[in-house]
């Protein structure tokens, strides 16, 4: 018999650049300044129950970082973890990439959500994809979203 799970459901997002005048494709990432023990990140939380996963993606990336005019373009994989620290038991973590246009290299911002997240300070900077140095497995499908970024957009890799 089937067993259906209730999980939190979240949307990550690698939002990714490449300006003219660079050949390499860019990632941006998030580095809690109150909390450097969180390590680098990439921009996601929590869906919220009206949201599409695109939806979930753009709005956390732009509350957390405060990018400029992402756009979503594909989800790329699932990461389904389990523990009693889940308000259901299990997480969903639906990474996507997203494409922007945004030209600062660094920045900092302060979270503004509806949630517990609101206030946090970040230190957003882009990176390299190669160089990223994306902590907790959360660069587990960078390699792809850096491919179809490339192909949809016709820059090299690398």
């Not at 809690?32 to 990336?61: M, N, W, Y």
């Not at 990018?67 to 973590?93: C, D, I, S, W």
């Amino acid at each position: 018999m089937r067993e259906f799970l209730n999980f939190r459901q979240r949307a990550a997002a690698y939002v990714l650049r490449r300006l003219p005048g660079r050949s390499a494709i860019e990632v941006l990432v998030i580095l809690h300044r109150d909390s450097p023990e969180a390590g680098v990140q990439v921009p996601g939380g929590g869906a919220l129950p009206h949201e599409t996963i695109g939806e979930a993606a753009v709005r956390e990336a732009c509350e957390e970082t405060g990018v400029e005019a992402p756009v979503f373009g594909e989800a790329l994989g699932n990461k389904l973890m389990r523990g009693p620290e889940y308000e259901h038991g299990h997480q969903v973590t639906t990474y996507g990439w997203l494409r922007t246009d945004d030209t600062r290299d660094a920045w900092d911002h302060m979270v503004v959500s509806a949630d517990e997240d609101d206030g946090l300070r970040m230190r957003c900077e882009f990176r390299p994809v190669e160089a990223a140095g994306i902590d907790f497995d959360m660069d587990r499908f960078l390699p792809m979203a850096a491919a179809r970024f490339a192909a949809a957009y016709r820059a090299p890799v690398g």
